[in-house]
């Protein structure tokens, strides 16, 4: 059965496992051709094995904080073909305190990886949606509307990113239609064991069982863009939490710092 994903030309970034390999599946279903974006060929091979359907499954090997990678992405996404979506969901954290950090390198790493890295790839990927009447979906956090303990660069990187989509959207739309996604914990990604840890002697919960399971995850991101929504925060409570922040910012502080604490062992 025909839906806006059937047919569509789709790159997804950060493919590899976790939310990336999640929605290339769901997509599969829905017969996108997909292009899926990552450094681990491997990895990316196993996400192209667990995608079924009528579109076109195909791996791009490369990095996106590299410009001549982006580059050779657009090439490889858009030859004799449009682009018609582009999901912007690569990404690295940290745990670690501010105090407790050798240098501030990871701050630029965070930026580059989180930010830069999809600044540069939109730029050169914005003509080719313009053209298709394209949507482009950028996966941030929860944390990029508000701070977090120990997670200050990624805070910070994710704000970075709300706030230069929130712009874009403004100079583009309606020829081009965004989706901020603002995710809390979620299940079954290898975000946490990629992430640079600087905690001393203490250790960090590697894997969790809480959270919302990325299949979830991207089943409400497609039917988000379906809807032609232009934030999806998951879970959708999280929606409030600006206004709790407002009303009673410092018993939700102790809350955060509390929920933060529980990871660390």
Not at 80 to 94: P, Y
Not at 115 to 132: E, G, M, R, T
Not at 209 to 214: A, F, L, N, P
Request: hydrophobic share 45%; charged share 20%; with cysteine.
């Amino acid at each position: 059965m025909s839906c806006m994903f059937t047919d569509k030309n789709v790159v997804i970034t950060g493919a590899s496992s976790g939310l990336g390999r999640a929605l290339a599946v769901a997509l599969s279903h829905k017969g996108a051709n997909i292009l899926l974006a990552g450094r681990d060929e491997h990895a990316l091979a196993q996400t192209k094995a667990l995608c079924v359907g009528d579109g076109d499954i195909s791996i791009f090997v490369g990095d996106i904080t590299a410009p001549e990678d982006t580059q050779r992405l657009l090439t490889a996404a858009t030859a004799s073909k449009n682009l018609d979506m582009l999901f912007l969901n690569a990404g690295m954290s940290m745990w670690s305190e501010f105090k407790d950090l050798p240098d501030i390198d990871v701050f630029r790493q965070m930026m580059e990886v989180n930010f830069f890295a999809n600044v540069d790839l939109l730029h050169k990927a914005l003509p080719f949606l313009l053209q298709s009447r394209g949507h482009v979906v950028a996966i941030s956090s929860f944390q990029g509307k508000m701070g977090v303990p120990y997670h200050t660069a990624y805070a910070a990187s994710k704000h970075a990113l709300v706030g230069w989509i929130d712009s874009l959207r403004l100079e583009v739309e309606p020829q081009v239609q965004f989706l901020s996604v603002f995710p809390s914990w979620l299940k079954g990604t290898n975000l946490r064991s990629n992430s640079f840890v600087e905690l001393g002697n203490k250790k960090v919960q590697h894997q969790s069982d809480k959270g919302t399971d990325v299949h979830k995850c991207s089943q409400e991101i497609l039917r988000a863009l379906e809807k032609g929504k232009k934030q999806l925060f998951i879970p959708k409570w999280y929606k409030w939490l600006p206004v709790v922040r407002f009303l009673i910012p410092d018993m939700l502080d102790r809350i955060i710092v509390q929920k933060t604490q529980k990871n660390i062992c």
